[in-house]
Structure formats: C-alpha cells, structure tokens
C-alpha cells in the first residue's frame, strides 16, 4: 500500500490480472462528451467502471488499482501506467 497526491493505492494489479478476477474480457476507455474526461467502464459487467490517470501513455504496460481518497476517503479503481504511482486524479464523472 504506498500514499501519493492524496491517495492511497490499497490494491494494484495488471490489466489482464485485474480482468481474469473480474472475469471480464475487455476495458473500454472512454472520453465523457461534455467533460472531456476519460472514465473506464467493462461491457461484461456494468458495475464496474473507474477514473482514468490525465497521463495515460497506452503503449507502456498499464495497471488498474483501487485507491482511496485521503481527502474524503472515497473508493474508487483507477487504470494508469504500471509503476507510475504520480497519476494525476481527474475529477468524479
């Protein structure tokens, strides 16, 4: 468990990892319209869906992880660069 930009990374684990628990087949990355932000969201199972680092360089191994807002303790996955434990936050959709 390690703490950075007001969040604590509680689990962390790799995409295909991350959809063999889940057992879901694919993550859809996908940019809100009128935010321009980018959320993730899995078509086998709706309930499970996350915020996106600003940075993403999808061509680097990529890791989802369960983090926790320090600020008001909120719970929520966020897809990011494995290793990169700088994401920047985006705001809640």
Avoid at 8 to 15: D, L, Y
Avoid at 55 to 71: H, I, N, R
């Amino acid at each position: 468990m390690s703490t950075t930009n007001n969040l604590t990374f509680t689990k962390t684990m790799s995409v295909s990892r991350f959809k063999a628990v889940n057992g879901i087949s694919k993550i859809n990355v996908i940019k809100n319209p009128k935010t321009e932000k980018l959320f993730f969201s899995c078509p086998d199972d709706s309930s499970i869906s996350g915020k996106v680092a600003n940075e993403l360089d999808y061509a680097k191994d990529l890791s989802v992880s369960e983090c926790v807002s320090t600020e008001d303790g909120s719970i929520f996955l966020m897809l990011h660069n494995a290793g990169d434990s700088s994401v920047n936050v985006q705001q809640t959709l």
